[in-house]
């Protein structure tokens, strides 16, 4: 499990939060966070990044994990998440301010208009969330208004970026075949007390006997035979040639099947298996194959070139000021607008994407889960309204 990065635009404008438990934000926020060649990257803004973060996680996880949950290894990175967060900000940060550097060669602006839309976003977020939460999280109009100014443009810029990529994908490239399987554990079974005992051999040919007369009777009726076996099917499992999930003895004994065909049995390493083939060339998984593999080239397109700007440029976290920069205080999102940003969220978290899911690194791009990555369009109608949430719920007061 990725860690998200930053945030969903939309929710930047509506967010409602106050705190759940605080004890005062010491930060210098005139301090330097971060260089990037040179060029000052304040802290204020920086913990602002990290603390919104927080946030968000506050009001995913706190119900489901608790308030200690931020000592803990949740996205198995082998850090507790509050090191995981805010290593992952302090990247995105930096690939922010990189794509930013290199608006020029995709001809990528930021319009007055749109400027003038994140102005009456950050506003309306400082209106909607109570003084005690602004504090704590360092907030301030222009933190606001900064963050979604770098969002608009990191999805700008990978839209370009990605707009490079080939979309070409021959029908032999993609090609899947569907079929549906059963699947017998031929190593090991369990008795009623759930205690585990291997096969010998003998019962494993027996076993196969079985498996051999559910073969033969299941010309007809596929699934009906399963069933009357006590067996379970895995129905309209699609594959090509670059599968590598299903057992090797199984795709090689379905690859010699016609439409509607019915293997013998299948000696796996750990099972027996009787397919049916459903279709020899599945034109709707197909068009999904290519699909996926357009978005990968996207995908790897992108992380190149954000990859690329990383190299030969110095980027330095202040690490004594950063280590300020801590989550002892807890805050609470009012149910409706995180409702109401769930979706937003998995898909735009600065502009991220899965599907990529997948690399750590800020800018890479798995079932696209990284850094500065968008999965869909729904980005795009973020950026387009910024400001227009104002059916934001009143402020939750801070809690006791």
């Given at each position: 499990?990725?860690?998200?990065?930053?945030?969903?635009?939309?929710?930047a404008a509506a967010m409602g939060v106050s705190v759940l438990t605080g004890c005062g934000n010491s930060i210098d926020g005139q301090k330097?966070?971060?260089?990037?060649?040179?060029?000052?990257?304040?802290?204020?803004?920086?913990?602002?990044?990290?603390?919104?973060?927080?946030?968000?996680?506050?009001?995913?996880?706190?119900?489901?994990?608790?308030?200690?949950?931020?000592?803990?290894?949740?996205?198995?990175?082998?850090?507790?998440?509050?090191?995981?967060?805010?290593?992952?900000?302090?990247?995105?940060?930096?690939?922010?301010?990189?794509?930013?550097?290199?608006?020029?060669?995709?001809?990528?602006?930021?319009?007055?208009?749109?400027?003038?839309?994140?102005?009456?976003?950050?506003?309306?977020?400082?209106?909607?969330?109570?003084?005690?939460?602004?504090?704590?999280?360092?907030?301030?109009?222009?933190?606001?208004?900064?963050?979604?100014?770098?969002?608009?443009?990191?999805?700008?810029?990978?839209?370009?970026?990605?707009?490079?990529?080939?979309?070409?994908?021959?029908?032999?490239?993609?090609?899947?075949?569907?079929?549906?399987?059963?699947?017998?554990?031929?190593?090991?079974?369990?008795?009623?007390?759930?205690?585990?005992?291997?096969?010998?051999?003998?019962?494993?040919?027996?076993?196969?006997?079985?498996?051999?007369?559910?073969?033969?009777?299941?010309?007809?009726?596929?699934?009906?035979?399963?069933?009357?076996?006590?067996?379970?099917?895995?129905?309209?499992?699609?594959?090509?040639?670059?599968?590598?999930?299903?057992?090797?003895?199984?795709?090689?004994?379905?690859?010699?099947?016609?439409?509607?065909?019915?293997?013998?049995?299948?000696?796996?390493?750990?099972?027996?298996?009787?397919?049916?083939?459903?279709?020899?060339?599945?034109?709707?998984?197909?068009?999904?194959?290519?699909?996926?593999?357009?978005?990968?080239?996207?995908?790897?397109?992108?992380?190149?070139?954000?990859?690329?700007?990383?190299?030969?440029?110095?980027?330095?976290?202040?690490?004594?000021?950063?280590?300020?920069?801590?989550?002892?205080?807890?805050?609470?999102?009012?149910?409706?607008?995180?409702?109401?940003?769930?979706?937003?969220?998995?898909?735009?978290n600065a502009g991220e994407s899965e599907g990529a899911e997948e690399g750590s690194d800020a800018g890479e791009s798995e079932e696209g889960?990284?850094?500065?990555?968008?999965?869909?369009?729904?980005?795009?109608?973020?950026?387009?309204?910024?400001?227009?949430?104002?059916?934001?719920?009143?402020?939750?007061?801070?809690?006791?």
């Amino acid at each position: 499990m990725k860690v998200k990065r930053l945030v969903p635009l939309l929710l930047a404008a509506a967010m409602g939060v106050s705190v759940l438990t605080g004890c005062g934000n010491s930060i210098d926020g005139q301090k330097t966070g971060a260089t990037l060649e040179g060029e000052e990257i304040s802290l204020g803004f920086m913990n602002f990044m990290a603390r919104y973060q927080q946030a968000i996680y506050d009001g995913q996880f706190t119900g489901m994990f608790g308030t200690g949950f931020w000592s803990q290894d949740l996205f198995g990175e082998g850090t507790d998440m509050v090191t995981s967060v805010k290593n992952n900000v302090a990247e995105t940060i930096e690939l922010l301010y990189l794509l930013e550097d290199h608006m020029g060669d995709y001809n990528v602006e930021i319009t007055e208009e749109e400027l003038a839309k994140m102005d009456e976003a950050a506003a309306k977020f400082m209106e909607d969330n109570t003084k005690e939460a602004i504090s704590q999280m360092g907030a301030t109009q222009e933190y606001v208004k900064e963050m979604l100014r770098l969002n608009t443009i990191q999805f700008k810029m990978q839209a370009a970026i990605e707009a490079e990529a080939d979309t070409e994908v021959s029908d032999e490239e993609a090609a899947q075949k569907t079929i549906s399987y059963v699947e017998v554990n031929s190593k090991s079974t369990t008795d009623e007390e759930g205690n585990t005992k291997e096969y010998t051999e003998e019962e494993k040919e027996n076993l196969k006997k079985e498996v051999e007369a559910f073969a033969a009777s299941a010309k007809d009726d596929f699934k009906g035979a399963a069933e009357a076996a006590g067996y379970t099917v895995t129905e309209n499992k699609s594959y090509g040639a670059d599968e590598e999930t299903l057992d090797a003895a199984l795709i090689e004994g379905a690859d010699k099947l016609k439409d509607g065909e019915i293997s013998p049995v299948l000696t796996g390493e750990e099972a027996f298996f009787v397919a049916r083939m459903e279709s020899t060339f599945d034109e709707e998984a197909t068009e999904s194959k290519k699909k996926e593999i357009v978005e990968k080239r996207q995908s790897d397109h992108y992380t190149e070139v954000c990859d690329g700007y990383k190299e030969d440029v110095k980027y330095e976290v202040n690490e004594k000021e950063w280590a300020k920069v801590t989550f002892d205080d807890l805050f609470t999102i009012k149910q409706e607008e995180a409702k109401d940003s769930e979706g937003a969220e998995e898909d735009s978290n600065a502009g991220e994407s899965e599907g990529a899911e997948e690399g750590s690194d800020a800018g890479e791009s798995e079932e696209g889960s990284d850094a500065g990555e968008s999965e869909d369009s729904s980005d795009a109608e973020d950026n387009e309204n910024l400001g227009d949430s104002g059916d934001a719920e009143e402020n939750a007061g801070t809690e006791e």
